[in-house]
């Protein structure tokens, strides 16, 4: 393989020749290992988000590159954890994903991310954002995520509005297509009952259809009795008969 990291050079800033590696798929660590060993680079790997976390905190590597999607802890919020811990709070991290949704991506800076490369991403992408990740000053890196989560926290602002919005078209649609009134074909169909009187068979009359929406609706079926014991009301949903003349 290439040796594509080999004109990657660690600033002075960084005391750390260690680069924790963070993949649940053992031949993707394996391949970026190679490449990172290759440049001189002490390779420290995990399988899950906890044990990156752990490893990150306990070891201080001098760079963080990880999947999005882990088991145990997922990457967005490894990186969430790793931004708010002052040990690992000026590390660089690079974020791998194949989620390739503008809203992905926008969580993925606003965790912390330094770089968010979507997948597939061969070596040679990959040393070219570390090269240039590597280059800036924690306090570049710092203001460039400071201004990229004023950005992402507008655009989840947006989307969470237009969430609601969404949501509130559906319940008034659903209020609009429900109809309400009086029906002798109602939406569940009206029991056999017998009058609580005489006990002779009630004959059906007409039923009621009202409620909120069509989600909630609300059911009433009217009975009248043949030997003039009165008429009757049955409500679906308590499944009650009551006198109502």
């Given at each position: 393989m290439p040796n594509a990291l080999s004109s990657i050079a660690v600033p002075s800033h960084l005391d750390s020749m260690l680069a924790l590696l963070v993949d649940r798929d053992d031949e993707s660590r394996g391949k970026y290992a190679e490449v990172l060993r290759a440049?001189?680079?002490?390779?420290e790997q995990a399988a899950d988000g906890r044990e990156a976390l752990a490893k990150a905190i306990s070891?201080?590597?001098?760079?963080?590159?990880?999947?999005?999607?882990?088991?145990?802890i997922s990457g967005i919020d490894l990186c969430s954890l790793l931004r708010h811990d002052s040990v690992t709070a000026g590390t660089p991290i690079v974020m791998i994903t194949g989620d390739a949704l503008p809203a992905d991506l926008t969580r993925a800076h606003a965790a912390g991310a330094d770089v968010v490369l979507v997948k597939p991403c061969l070596p040679d992408r990959?040393?070219?954002?570390?090269?240039?990740?590597l280059?800036?000053?924690?306090?570049?890196?710092?203001?460039?995520?400071?201004?990229?989560n004023a950005v992402a926290e507008q655009l989840l602002r947006a989307e969470d509005v237009l969430g609601r919005s969404r949501t509130i078209n559906r319940k008034?649609?659903?209020?609009?297509?429900?109809?309400?009134g009086d029906t002798m074909t109602p939406p569940i169909m009206p029991?056999?009952?017998?009058?609580?009187?005489?006990?002779r068979a009630l004959t059906y009359q007409r039923s009621h259809v009202g409620g909120v929406s069509i989600r909630h609706q609300e059911q009433w079926d009217y009975f009248s009795c043949g030997a003039g014991c009165g008429t009757f009301q049955y409500r679906v949903r308590t499944?009650?008969?009551?006198k109502v003349l």
């Open positions: 440049s001189s680079w002490m390779v070891l201080r590597p001098g760079i963080v590159i990880t999947e999005a999607r882990l088991p145990g990959l040393a070219a954002e570390i090269r240039r990740v280059s800036q000053s924690q306090e570049v890196r710092q203001r460039a995520r400071e201004a990229r008034y649609n659903l209020k609009l297509t429900h109809k309400r029991p056999s009952l017998l009058c609580p009187a005489c006990d499944r009650k008969l009551r």
